[in-house]
């Protein structure tokens, strides 16, 4: 199992600490290295600052968001990074959500997520090839474009930039069991989000049935600490705002993913008082036990016990959440 750092997206400002987080990462032989987005800073940058003061570590989107971004587009800040870091690139790209997609891009969140997440990946993937103009005649990512308030003088086009690799890795961040099937089929990695090593089947029959070389990479929060209740406080409140926050109260695929984890009355409480305005209440109403099912959290020992369960499953990369250059020595130390 290799390791990976995840950084996430930023808060009020950016982290002078990443940086130096993923050189330390580099040093100590950690696989890749993870940026994010939500409605605030945006992936590719980041990613591209930290890939000029790196040298071989891989440079991941966890994730992409596709509604911020036309296929092609992607494919061309993908390409270009590739090229920027000499074949570095692990894109990862996922759909968002309602809330997001129409509230903070202005675009309707697709009637059909799958064949609109299907499509763009084809279209990135034609890009990438750069084996003939990319073309679709899909319903979600038309190319050309043949829309009624159009001119009608569109024209397939190849990339005028020969990328690097045709190959380059595309991931896909999916929860619902047919989202999950489909990432299997069309990608190259999965992203899943609350891994439970103990539970692999919530996402689905698929998970017992990855093709060699398939990427599985969940995020973990890590953090070496003697007390347990406090090492998992971040994660809490990392769950509070996600189930709570990152969705509306009646489609909330985070919260549905905690349900199906059988935690189904604690998620539908954590949203109705993140919705009321009640946030702290909201934090501690996270389960302890779901908050440390998905983490690894506590001495030395305990992490080393409760690593032996990820190793064990299908995950093929664990994406370290920990901004503690301690606690990720100590990880790759125990994975070593």
Avoid at 47 to 67: E, F, H, P
Avoid at 140 to 165: E, N, Q, S, V, W
Avoid at 253 to 279: N, S, T
Wanted: aromatic share 8%; charged share 20%; with cysteine.
């Amino acid at each position: 199992m290799r390791l990976g750092l995840a950084l996430g997206y930023w808060g009020r400002g950016p982290d002078a600490g990443h940086v130096p987080l993923a050189r330390e990462a580099e040093r100590l032989g950690y696989h890749s290295v993870w940026t994010a987005e939500s409605w605030g800073s945006d992936c590719f940058t980041a990613l591209t600052w930290i890939a000029a003061r790196t040298s071989t570590i891989r440079l991941g989107t966890a994730v992409a968001q596709m509604a911020a971004r036309t296929p092609t587009a992607t494919a061309m800040h993908a390409l270009t990074l590739d090229h920027l870091s000499g074949g570095r690139v692990l894109l990862g790209l996922g759909l968002s959500g309602p809330q997001v997609v129409e509230g903070w891009y202005g675009r309707p969140f697709p009637k059909s997520p799958l064949t609109a997440t299907r499509e763009y990946v084809d279209v990135v993937r034609q890009v990438l090839r750069r084996e003939a103009p990319a073309v679709s005649g899909g319903r979600f990512h038309p190319l050309p474009y043949r829309g009624a308030d159009g001119t009608g003088l569109g024209r397939p086009l190849k990339p005028i930039t020969h990328p690097l690799r045709g190959d380059l890795p595309v991931l896909l961040g999916a929860e619902g069991p047919k989202n999950v099937a489909q990432t299997v089929r069309i990608a190259d990695g999965w992203l899943p989000l609350y891994w439970s090593p103990s539970r692999p089947e919530v996402y689905g029959e698929a998970v017992a049935q990855l093709p060699a070389g398939f990427m599985v990479a969940p995020m973990a929060r890590v953090k070496v600490c003697d007390d347990v209740a406090e090492g998992l406080l971040p994660v809490k409140a990392m769950l509070g705002f996600y189930i709570g926050g990152m969705g509306h109260a009646v489609r909330n695929f985070h919260a549905d993913l905690m349900a199906r984890m059988g935690y189904a009355e604690q998620a539908r409480r954590i949203q109705e008082l993140f919705l009321a305005g009640r946030r702290e209440e909201a934090v501690l109403a996270v389960p302890d036990a779901f908050a440390d099912e998905i983490s690894l959290v506590g001495p030395r020992q305990r992490i080393a016990e409760r690593l032996e369960l990820w190793r064990k499953g299908p995950v093929t990369d664990l994406l370290a959440l920990s901004p503690d250059p301690h606690s990720l020595r100590v990880l790759a130390e125990l994975n070593s």
